[in-house]
């Protein structure tokens, strides 16, 4: 095995042909002489009947799968699942799970798994929830989970532990892990969280505590890298759908009617994206990547104007984050955990709209302005994202009786892997403007490309 000795969270295994795996720690890697025990799952009514169940040691995942005949073999996961020999005694585990972050359809769903799982497959009995995300480790009380408790938690939207942003203070947090003896913690969040569960893996590695730590990635905006996608993602397209066929009723009620839905998307526009590409409604997609402008030829205004003379209505979604730098806008404002506060561009776009054609007399324009932000992610998961959460909360669990830690569940073309923290906060994941899933979106609205300004108007302001 070759170890880049730099950082002992990264652990490299080169093979033939170019191959590596991006390995996740072990709790072996830093505690000497772990005794293992054999997976209760091999005496499991439901289990022992599959063949093949465990995953073999070896079996790794490709992170590209589309190669050509002379390709190097390239980066790989370990792929997640049951092994045969785990590194706790189900009696001695005393599991937490803490949410973080915004909501997301699906985080009951995981909460209930993570407990279940435990309990059904490894007998494992004391599972406990740190209230109101990390802070809640050093300033809160906990409270027990048991099958019972979480039974139909997946049925309802948001989380049952509540959730925070800010409030991360690594050492009081661990100190409380020490302190509470827990030695298995499942952390689900997004980007920040899973910095903060890197943080607290690396305390727990430096104090060398036998102690798990497994984080499933938890983003509505589908921004965190490496990943298919996340859970919850599905749903919250889906609901959008909601909002855009309101808009459209609305705008194709009226002579010239606009309407104008803003979706979630700080920083990336995939709900927008997806969500224009599902519906077929929508005239014109604007998302944080792709830079777009109002006035002059090429401009939104133009645009309008001509869909409008055309169909007697349009259509348009906005993501969140989008034109934020044509928002004039003077003090920069944070959340707790430091993520920039927006502006609301959607309003901000509605009144420059209805100003710009009263202004200039082009024509009578009804436009309604729809806000459904947290109404797509304060639902329950759908039927496919309780699948998916189901199977993530089972691989962590089965990765953390497996003896692995610093690491999270995620699934990678279609197969659940183990990923190490770092490689999933180390950059957010953005829809890419040059890549075909932008060019399908754009072939579905034919809307301007925004590419070129006219020289003499100000770019990215009216
Ligand atoms: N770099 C960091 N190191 C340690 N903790 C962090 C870091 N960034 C964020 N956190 C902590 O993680 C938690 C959640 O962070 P944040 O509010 O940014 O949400 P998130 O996990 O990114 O989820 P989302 O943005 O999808 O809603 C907060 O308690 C925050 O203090
Ligand atoms: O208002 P809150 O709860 O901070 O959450 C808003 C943010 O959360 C996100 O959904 C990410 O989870 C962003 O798209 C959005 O800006
Ligand atoms: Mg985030």
Request: hydrophobic share 35%.
């Amino acid at each position: 095995m070759a170890s880049n000795g730099v950082d002992e969270q990264i652990k490299l295994v080169e093979g033939p042909a170019g191959y590596v795996l991006e390995d996740v720690p072990h709790l072996s890697d830093y505690i000497l002489d772990l005794p293992t025990y054999p997976n209760p799952l091999q005496s499991n009514a439901a289990y022992s009947v599959v063949r093949q169940y465990f995953v073999d040691e070896d079996d790794t995942v490709q992170e590209k799968i589309v190669v050509h005949k002379d390709s190097p073999r390239g980066t790989h996961f370990r792929r997640a699942g049951p092994r045969q020999k785990v590194y706790f005694k189900p009696s001695d585990v005393r599991a937490c799970i803490v949410t973080c972050g915004g909501l997301c359809p699906g985080l009951n769903t995981v909460i209930r798994e993570i407990v279940c799982g435990l309990h059904f497959m490894y007998g494992v009995t004391e599972v406990i929830g740190v209230d109101c995300g990390f802070r809640g480790f050093y300033s809160k009380n906990t409270v027990a989970l048991t099958p019972k408790t979480v039974s139909d938690i997946h049925k309802r939207g948001g989380t049952i532990l509540g959730t925070s942003r800010g409030g991360h203070d690594t050492s009081k947090i661990v100190d409380n892990i020490q302190d509470r003896e827990i030695n298995q913690v499942y952390i689900i969040g997004g980007d920040g969280t899973q910095k903060g569960a890197n943080a607290i893996y690396k305390e727990i590695r430096r104090r060398g505590l036998k102690v798990a730590v497994a984080g499933i990635p938890k983003t509505i905006d589908n921004d965190i890298p490496v990943i298919d996608k996340s859970f919850g993602f599905d749903t919250a397209v889906e609901e959008a759908q909601r909002a855009i066929n309101a808009a459209h009723v609305e705008a194709t009620s009226v002579e010239n009617g606009i309407g104008i839905v803003k979706l979630m998307g700080r920083y990336s526009g995939f709900i927008a994206m997806y969500a224009t590409l599902a519906s077929r409604d929508v005239d014109c997609c604007l998302i944080p990547e792709s830079p777009f402008y109002l006035e002059g030829k090429g401009g939104l205004y133009e645009f309008i104007a001509k869909r409008l003379r055309e169909n007697g209505h349009m259509v348009i979604v906005i993501a969140e984050g989008a034109g934020q730098d044509l928002v004039a806008e003077s003090i920069e404002q944070q959340d707790a955990s430091g993520n920039k506060l927006l502006k609301d561009v959607g309003l901000w776009m509605s009144l420059k709209i209805k100003e710009y054609f009263a202004k200039h007399n082009v024509m009578d324009i009804t436009l309604k302005y729809i806000d459904p932000t947290y109404m797509i992610r304060a639902i329950p998961a759908n039927a496919s994202d309780n699948v998916y959460s189901t199977l993530l909360a089972q691989s962590a669990v089965h990765g953390a009786m497996a003896g692995y830690t610093g690491f999270v569940s995620g699934l990678v073309n279609g197969r659940h892997t183990y990923i190490p923290f770092n490689r999933i906060t180390e950059r957010q994941n953005k829809v890419v403007i040059t890549d075909r899933m932008w060019a399908r979106m754009l072939s579905s609205t034919n809307q301007p490309s925004f590419m070129n300004p006219p020289k003499g108007t100000t770019e990215f302001t009216d």
